[in-house]
């Protein structure tokens, strides 16, 4: 069976910066989902330069460039 | 959502070590306006859990009898994140810990954003946070630059919190026309060196003593978790009242990876929900806050039983480094509760 498409273009882990295929992430991704933007960029696991405002986050990897979203908890 | 069940107090075993400290607390307190003594206040801590509703409850007539119904919302942004010399444990701004928190300044363009997005909320205070031990003159100026241009654009009120400041510090940033400057004391002064070794609860008291003699309110506050007792958690309640804040935050530890206090758990939520009761009693006229860590620790129905327990400001949106809820379900929240937000000319 091969690996789902997501895993294979984003490996790792954006809270921990781990390999996704080698653990349980659950709390990882729990923790993405409720209090913490990511830090780990989730194609090549490079520490991002994360900002957090009042509405939302950008986060930005050297090589991969910026992403954004918005609060925790759905929102 | 998951209500905060009272069954799960870590004091479940105490006994009620004031006698019935809750009809002390509602003569004393509620009918007279005297905050609980630290031994009072350690006797609320300790009672059991079938009793967190009354305590609760009592709390909130406590505010709403010397605050009144109305509810003080801020946002908060970080000016200056990571990187800072300071070692407080519960910190991913540390730059002596291996955090995954990297360091990066805020443009003066995006602080406005920001307090434009806090003003549209209906908040009445905006705080600019930096992760330093104090502000060098880069930050100074780049605060001076931030704060002009939010005033010229936007009706906020505008705290901040840079850390520890000299006297000149002090007097520029009231200069400027800083509203409030927060400064935590975090913790118990008997807990603080396990908290932080790299400077002293004295130092901070004093940065407070000047914030307060040149005229700016002050904010101080601290994080319920951070592995102090009971007893500790009641000094820290009276050495705030000793102060006289204006503002109160109340956190909750959020354990972060990399710091040394990410192996602590979250605190639990009926725990967290009966301390709110307790610093009420204690701080019957200050400015309660939550600040952040509630949502883990309380969740929503959670946060609602703190707003019915003496809380009357909160924090809206995200936090410094972490997300918060958006600040339309706090919104809503307070329109559930039928709590009006304090508005700008009530602060003036």
Known sequence: MEPPADTVERPYCAWCGGERAAGDHTACDRRLASVDPP????????RMVVQVDPVGWTARCSRHGESAGENGFGG | MTAVDPSTTAEDAAPDAGGDILAVAREQVLERGEGLSQEQVLAVLQLPSDRLSEALALAHEVRMRHCGPEVEVEGIVSLKTGGCPEDCHFCSQSGLFESPVRAAWLDVDRLVEAAKQTAKTGATEFCIVAAVRGPDAKLMEQVRAGIAAIRAEVDINVACSLGMLTQEQVDELAAMGVHRYNHNLETARSHFPEVVTTHSWEERWETLQMVRAAGMEVCCGGIVGMGESLEQRAEFAVQLAGLEPDEVPLNFLIPNPGTPFAHLEVPQGADALMTVAAFRLALPRTVLRFA???????????????MLGGVNAIIVGNYLTNLGR???????MLETLKMPIKALNDTL
């Not at chain 1, 830090?39 to 090549?44: G, L, Q, V, Y």
């Open chain 2, 326 to 332: 958006p600040a339309e379900q706090d919104l809503d």
């Open chain 1, 39 to 46: 830090r780990h960029c989730p194609s090549c696991a490079r």
């Open chain 2, 292 to 306: 952040g860590g509630r949502e883990l620790t309380l969740g929503d129905l959670g946060a609602e039983q703190g």
